[in-house]
């Protein structure tokens, strides 16, 4: 079977179970799929964040931590806890550190093991969990679905700029096929859907509507380059495999994370 075929299929059967879970299970459906993304994305991340030369408790302790403090912050009723998690998180963190040294190579690889689980928990917890906090409000699952079109329309645009009128690059170092022209394109095809979107939720400006379709799309292509360089500092090709074609979970939705914030403060102020 061809990479192509592989891509195909994998994206068929994502799509297959993407919409039925989205259309009949709504909220919780999507509370479910941001669980498995999560779940799935902190092994990923821990596998490129934390490489062989650390203690092999590190990879399951950053696991752990960040399914458990999404559990606990996308609850409804525990919301306001979310500053007091991550803090504690942190803390804890720094002191398994502090407590576990001689297992350690050197006192940098603490430092490292510290601040690397604070990016990943921001990254793989909080980024996800906002996704969580807009299904939470009025017209959640119709703004979780602009979040979707408005990153992915960008993707296309950005593919079709590029592909015929791409010259200049953006930053090689990080991808070297992308370049100045695909990323305006995909800016306006983000825009495009932003502004469609307000016919289904037309309690938002319109002018709402197309600022979620600018930072969404830019905050979208943003967190393509930082999934890149993640990638790139660590030696690896995709963050994982169990999309044949496409990679990991972190390879398709690293726009989609980005972007994320953007539309749960338009959805929860306007």
């Not at 996800?128 to 990153?151: D, K, N, R």
Request: with cysteine.
């Amino acid at each position: 079977m061809t990479n192509l075929s592989f891509r195909v299929l994998s994206a068929v059967i994502a799509l297959a179970i993407f919409i039925p879970t989205v259309y009949f299970g709504r909220e919780h459906g999507i509370y479910v799929l941001a669980l498995f993304v999560v779940a799935r994305g902190a092994f990923e991340m821990a596998r490129m964040l934390f490489a062989d030369r650390y203690p092999k408790f590190v990879k399951r302790l950053f696991v752990a931590m960040v399914t458990s403090v999404f559990l606990i912050i996308t609850q409804d009723q525990l919301k306001s806890a979310a500053n007091f998690a991550f803090t504690f998180s942190f803390v804890l963190i720094a002191s398994f550190g502090i407590f576990l040294h001689k297992q350690f190579k050197d006192l940098e690889q603490i430092l490292t093991f510290a601040t690397r689980n604070s990016l990943g928990m921001i990254y793989i917890c909080y980024l996800p969990a906002t996704v969580v906090w807009t299904t939470q409000t009025e017209y959640g699952v119709t703004w979780f679905i602009c979040l979707l079109s408005v990153v992915f329309a960008g993707d296309i645009g950005a593919y079709l700029f590029g592909m015929t009128m791409g010259r200049n690059k953006i930053a090689p170092d990080l991808s070297p096929k992308k370049s100045v022209e695909g990323s305006i394109g995909g800016l306006l095809f983000s825009i495009f859907v932003g502004v469609a979107f307000h016919w289904l939720i037309p309690t938002t400006p319109v002018y709402v509507m197309a600022l979620c379709g600018l930072f969404g799309g830019f905050f979208g292509q943003v967190g393509d380059f930082f999934e890149s360089l993640i990638k790139r500092v660590s030696g690896v090709k995709d963050s994982g495999s169990i999309m044949p074609g496409h990679g990991g979970v972190l390879d398709r939705l690293d726009g989609v994370l980005f972007a994320a914030p953007v539309f749960y403060f338009a959805a929860t102020y306007f």
